[in-house]
């Protein structure tokens, strides 16, 4: 059964701590994303990585960054948080496209309060 | 850029019918998802088009028309259990998001 897991699904932190949010698949996926969802707003692509040591930025990189040392882990990480990053972060994976496994599979989230 | 419109809000009936559409505009195009989401959940994959016409999936069918950057999800015999946000994509090398659209289903 595919799976996608997030290390915390409540998380509450203060402004300017620094951040870790943890992402692991078990389906020895190649690409992973992370998303932060907001009401009105829906999924925006904030990183993702084509494959190990890789990233690339997606549509709201700023103030996020990433690693990718192994392939079934991908991290997010907050520099420094502030309180416009509270939303909800979604990771997910996917087979790269070519095939009709193209479906990406989302983590359950993690709810991330700044204070 | 990416441009996916879908309505905010929709509400019917249990056991009616509902068609949730939604239109894009994008730069590249290697097919369309439907994805459901219920509150404090992650979203689920309901279908993928990306050649024209209807794919049909138990009570979901989802149809595309890509000349006209269009798309719907049709949902039958509508049940309580629907009631969720239904989330648009449209993939090029990556996967672009509408705002998504809460569905209602009242009894």
């Known amino acids: 059964d595919v799976k996608v897991t997030q290390s915390s699904r409540y998380l509450v932190k203060r402004t300017g701590e620094k951040v870790f949010l943890e992402c692991v698949q078990d389906m020895d996926h190649e690409n992973m994303f992370w998303y932060r969802q907001d009401p009105g707003l829906g999924l925006r692509l904030i990183y993702f990585?084509?494959?190990?040591?890789?990233?690339e930025k997606g549509d709201i990189p700023e103030g996020y960054s990433v690693s990718r040392e192994k392939k079934e882990r991908f991290s997010l990480i907050l520099e420094s948080a502030s309180t416009n990053q509270t939303s909800m972060y979604l990771c997910a994976s996917r087979i790269p496209s070519g095939r009709r496994a193209d479906t990406q599979y989302f983590g359950p989230g993690t709810r991330l309060t700044v204070l | 850029g990416q441009n996916i419109d879908q309505p905010t809000e929709m509400t019917a009936t249990e056991g009616a019918i509902v068609q949730i559409n939604c239109t894009y505009q994008?730069?590249?195009?290697?097919?369309l998802f439907w994805y459901q989401q219920h509150a404090g959940e992650a979203p689920t994959f309901l279908s993928y088009n990306v050649l024209d016409g209807l794919e049909e999936k138990g009570r979901f069918s989802s149809f595309l028309s890509r000349s006209k950057g269009y798309s719907y999800l049709l949902l039958k015999e509508l049940q309580m259990k629907d009631s969720a946000s239904y989330l648009c994509a449209v993939m090029d090398y990556k996967l672009s998001f509408g705002a998504g659209t809460t569905v209602t289903v009242r009894a």
């Open positions: 994008t730069s590249g195009f290697n097919g």
């Open positions: 990585s084509y494959d190990v040591k890789m990233k």
